[in-house]
């Protein structure tokens, strides 16, 4: 079993940036693919971020290319989502996902990943 917990989030102006973190628990990470989804009400959750065991592989949305940068800290069981120059398109609420099947590859859906946090909300002004 697999604890995520996410922290970071908070109101923040245009042009701003922002970290996320997502601490593991209960279990190493370390050899699965993580991944951070955003959601806005009443939308299907879109994968923002995805990285491999090694930092090896990653993905990002078109939409985030450029100003988002996942990291992880398999020593720590940690997995970052750095953020910058922020829009008010990115207010979401975030969440933290780990696909224990996976390894190498990041999957764009959120039907393989196996284990969630709770979310953390991002607000981005104008």
């Known amino acids: 079993q697999v604890k995520l917990d996410e922290s970071g989030g908070g109101l923040v102006q245009a042009g701003s940036s922002l970290r996320l973190s997502c601490a593991a628990s209960?279990?190493?990470?370390?050899?699965?693919?993580m991944a951070w989804f955003r959601r806005a009400p009443g939308k299907e959750r879109e994968l923002v971020a995805g990285?491999?065991?090694?930092?090896?592989?990653?993905h990002y949305a078109d939409s985030v290319k450029g100003r988002f940068t996942i990291s992880r800290d398999n020593t720590n069981n940690m997995v970052y989502l750095q953020m910058i120059s922020l829009k008010p398109e990115d207010t979401d609420a975030y969440y933290c996902?780990?696909?224990?099947?996976?390894?190498?590859?990041?999957?764009?859906?959120?039907?393989?990943?196996?284990?969630w946090g709770e979310g953390t909300q991002v607000t981005v002004s104008s």
């Open positions: 996902a780990a696909d224990r099947h996976s390894t190498v590859r990041v999957s764009q859906s959120d039907t393989a990943y196996d284990y």
């Open positions: 990285i491999n065991y090694n930092g090896g592989n990653t």
């Open positions: 209960g279990r190493t990470v370390s050899s699965y693919v």
